[in-house]
Nanobody, 117 residues
Framework: QVQLLESGGGLVQTGGSLRLSCAAS????????MSWYRQAQGKERGFVAA????????NYADSMKGRFTISRDNGKNTVYLQMNYLKPEDTAVYYC??????????WGQGTQVTVSS
């Protein structure tokens, strides 16, 4: 069982930055592939970024490349999402996901990011 708790969301102006954190419980955090997803109001949840268990490989949705950076600290059981050059269309609830193999993933409760124009 893994519990995920996101933090770091808030209100920021266009062009600003935020860093989201997702703290995980449990002793097997380093075994999980960690991802960030987001869901804007009235839209489906979509992929943002992912990082492998060791932190050596990352993957991003095209619209986030060059602006967002995913990282993890396995010693702190935490994954981060650094978001720069934020745009109003980045406004959404951001969710953290933990996945191990083909098992059912774990999700956090989400953190709201609002970018004002």
């Amino acid at each position: 069982q893994v519990q995920l708790l996101e933090s770091g969301g808030g209100l920021v102006q266009t062009g600003g930055s935020l860093r989201l954190s997702c703290a995980a419980s449990g002793r097997t955090f380093s075994s999980y592939v960690m991802s960030w997803y987001r869901q804007a109001q009235g839209k489906e949840r979509g992929f943002v970024a992912a990082i492998d268990s060791a932190g050596g490989t990352t993957n991003y949705a095209d619209s986030m490349k060059g602006r967002f950076t995913i990282s993890r600290d396995n010693g702190k059981n935490t994954v981060y999402l650094q978001m720069n050059y934020l745009k109003p269309e980045d406004t959404a609830v951001y969710y953290c996901k933990a996945m191990y193999g083909f098992n059912e993933p774990y999700w956090g409760q989400g953190t709201q990011v609002t970018v004002s124009s």
